[in-house]
């Protein structure tokens, strides 16, 4: 019996191996790219505040920043409004993005899109509010690190301006 346990817990991690590595040389990058952008929506449009930043942060590169039109953000910085917006009560986060571009430079990416974030207050689900955005769609750059072989979102900035010429939703 202990001897088809062990087989079964080798199997079970050369499998694992298998599809660790399979999944990151045969994908291309802007494949595992896209992927990463679909983690980081996911992570913030989970409810859960602790989880949420629990999750974001491991798509974040250590030195992230974010350029705001005041401001810069750090990482740090960033995890803790994300999840200030959670326990202050907003709730049913939702990313929409349109017209993703990526454009990968050697160890560098870049991803540029039209983004919208709301959210609900708890409460007043019918009530969504635009946050982190300002008047529907705006225009999204994040820029991507490759670090042991793994995309990382290592900047971030909103691009001014209204943005009326956005695809309409």
């Given at each position: ?7 079964a817990?080798?199997?079970a ?6 599809y660790?590595?399979l ?6 990058d802007e494949?595992?790219i896209?992927r990463?952008?679909?983690?980081v929506i996911?992570?913030v449009?989970?409810?859960n ?11 974040l590169?250590?030195?992230y ?5 005041m401001?810069?953000?750090d ?7 994300l999840?200030?917006?959670?326990q ?7 990313v929409?993005?349109?017209?993703l571009?990526?454009t990968?430079?050697?160890e ?12 609900a207050?708890k409460?007043s689900?019918?009530?969504r509010v635009?946050?982190?955005?300002r008047r ?5 750059v994040?820029d ?11 900047g971030?900035?909103?691009?001014p301006?209204?943005w009326?010429?956005a695809?309409?939703?």
């Open positions: 019996m202990k001897r088809v346990v062990l087989w817990v080798i199997a991690v050369v499998l694992g191996t298998a660790q590595v999944t990151r040389y045969l994908r291309s494949e595992r896209r990463v952008i679909a983690k996911s992570a449009e989970t409810d505040p602790q989880l949420s930043v629990f999750s974001l942060r491991g798509y590169a250590k030195d920043g974010h350029r705001g039109e401001i810069a953000v990482r740090q910085t960033a995890l803790r409004y999840g200030g917006l959670k202050a009560g907003y709730v049913d986060f939702q929409e993005i349109r017209d571009d990526v990968i430079d050697g560098t990416a870049r991803a540029e899109f039209a983004v919208r974030v709301t959210a207050k409460g689900p019918e009530k635009e946050l982190l955005t529907g769609l705006n225009r999204g994040v991507f690190v490759k670090d042991e072989g793994d995309w990382l979102v290592a971030s900035e909103r691009v301006g209204d009326e010429d695809p309409p939703p």
